[in-house]
């Protein structure tokens, strides 16, 4: 029996060990859109390549991401500065990872999975979506949702996602997963929503012409505003003069 308890407490706390800052760091809400970096990649210094001068504490950042023991003690305030370039470093990393056959199939599992959600436009009938970067660029913008079958881009619907940079996906993955995977490129969406009135369609000047006889209509009024202001003032002044007349005959 004791050597059973000591087998277990030795699994459990194994399992405590594997549970790295990486692990830790995807389990957070709002990182459901990153994968998990193979460490052989991160352990490549040639994948890294020009990371350092965008990290000010690369080096810390780089031992936390890896679960490196670091015997320097730090202030709490250079502790959380270490904590924050370790998630940008992980999202910049990550940006390069993706683009990698093993990141490809990685992500291509959560996009099966609707992990990333699916495009709001009601049109495209619930058609999985990507994350994508507009620049890439860090600190510049947010992360956006590709649609690949009305192409366009759309905000996540989460605030938490918001939050994450577009930089830690780029501007090329998108269009490189649908390279890689073209069977799962739907046809661009030709079907668009056409407005009604009384089940009449609306003509495409019909916009053109109601604005032209809005502001036809509002020139108008301007106009008899200012013919009545001016009646106004002629009949005030008729009026002074018609009494300064009876004054000066008294």
Known sequence: MEE????????????????????YFLTLKGNEFFCQIDEDYIHDNFNLTGLASQVPYYDFALDLITDIDNEEEFSDEHQ???????????????????????????????????????????????????????????????????????????????????????AYFGTTFAHLFFMVFPELKPDKSKETYTPRIFGFKLHHTSHHRTLKAARAQMARQQHEQQLQQQQRVVAAQQSRYHQSSQRGRK
């Open 80 to 166: 959380e500065m270490i904590e924050s370039d370790a998630e940008v470093l992980y999202g910049l990393i990550h940006a390069r990872f993706i683009l990698t056959n093993r990141g490809l199939h990685l992500m291509l599992e959560k996009y099966r999975h609707h992990e990333f959600g699916s495009c709001p436009r009601y049109l495209c009938q619930g058609q999985p979506v990507l994350p994508c970067g507009i620049t890439d660029q860090k600190g510049k913008e947010s992360v956006k949702l590709y649609c690949p079958k009305c192409e366009e881009l759309y905000r996540p619907r989460s605030a938490r996602h918001e939050n994450i940079d577009g």
């Open 4 to 23: 059973q308890n000591s087998d277990e407490g030795t699994s459990e706390f194994g399992s405590e060990e594997e549970f790295g800052w990486i692990s």
